[in-house]
């Protein structure tokens, strides 16, 4: 395993960060397909074996048993060996000061800890002043209850405003961005990148294999997620005629270097400056096969033919 420090904190992480979206006792809605404890245990347990030592949730996966589930896996872990992040957002209030401290409060509960290591917005919020929800942050930080805050998907400007306001007010700066980006969906080098790297700021992106379009032949799957989850089971669709071309190409470099598909989506996120992208991960041996993407080095040549029939995208992920 790698390791790299994010940002201007000092919170050393695992360059692979294990996602907790798939953990959590199952609903009604979304998250109909996700693994029980003692599956999700498995899988987090392992993790940590092979040297992950970061991990990403948030309150809302789940109805905040995601939170709970990773709280009981990891307390046999030395906590100041880990680093968890968890979000604020969806949820009454959104990024309001109240909401903010209530959220924080519930989240520590959950996940049975004293401190978060990275809260994250997980959207821009309309509705509360930016100075209002940085307020908020800054005294979760003083309290104790926080040691750095990030971002997730929002347009560049947005995120701008942030930084530039956290600066003003003389507060810390954000750490981390966690957004959307793989080779399929690459919106944010537009704005919202350039943004981040002006600001030193670490980006964690979510969905380097797409949804699992990145990491097998067959661009459809008849797995239970895409099934039943209804926002990441559709996801890429509407852009499939173009996407499936793409992913053929992943295809034909991972038979170059005799790897998966997957290694090759993750070792181009490096390539691209991510500094722990967000894996999803729901079964060991894929869990094992990830560890080898560390071995692939792409070259100009590789990139370029993994880029090129790009086609831009409609934005995803804002609101």
């Given at each position: 395993m790698e390791y790299i420090k994010l940002g201007n904190s000092d919170l050393k992480v695992s360059r692979l960060c294990l996602g907790c979206m798939s953990f959590g006792e199952a609903d009604e809605g979304q998250y109909q397909w996700t693994l029980d404890y003692k599956q999700s245990e498995e899988i987090i347990q392992a993790a940590y074996a092979q040297?992950?030592?970061?991990?990403?949730?948030?309150?809302?996966?789940?109805?905040?048993?995601?939170?709970?589930?990773?709280?009981?896996?990891?307390?046999?872990?030395?906590r100041d060996q880990i680093v968890i992040t968890t979000k604020c957002y969806f949820n009454e209030g959104k990024l309001s000061a109240e909401a903010i401290h209530r959220e924080v409060?519930?989240?520590?509960?959950?996940?049975?800890t004293d401190y978060i290591d990275i809260l994250i917005l997980h959207r821009f919020d309309y509705d509360t002043p930016i100075e209002e929800t940085l307020t908020a942050l800054n005294k979760e930080v003083k309290m104790g209850h926080i040691r750095y805050?990030?971002?997730s998907a929002m347009f560049g400007y947005q995120f701008a405003n942030y930084c530039y306001s956290a600066k003003e007010l003389g507060f810390q700066p954000f750490t981390t961005l966690q957004n959307h980006y793989n080779l399929i969906y690459r919106e944010d080098e537009r704005d919202l990148i350039p943004v981040a790297e002006q600001f030193g700021v670490s980006r964690t992106s979510f969905a380097p294999y797409a949804a699992g379009r990145l990491a097998r032949r067959n661009f459809v799957t008849d797995s239970k997620r895409y099934e039943l989850d209804s926002k990441e089971g559709t996801r890429y669709d509407k852009m499939e005629e173009y996407d499936q071309k793409i992913a053929d190409r992943v295809y034909d470099i991972a038979e170059k270097y005799s790897t998966s598909m997957s290694n090759i989506a993750l070792a181009w996120q490096f390539v691209k400056g991510v500094a722990s992208p967000i894996i999803g991960i729901t079964k060991q041996k894929y869990l094992d096969d990830t560890l080898n993407c560390f071995d692939i080095k792409l070259s100009a040549e590789d990139i370029a033919y993994l880029e090129e029939l790009y086609v831009p995208h409609p934005i995803n992920c804002n609101r």
């Open positions: 040297g992950i030592n970061f991990f990403d949730t948030s309150n809302n996966y789940s109805n905040g048993s995601s939170e709970r589930f990773l709280g009981k896996a990891i307390k046999s872990f030395p409060l519930k989240s520590l509960k959950n996940l049975d805050y990030g971002a």
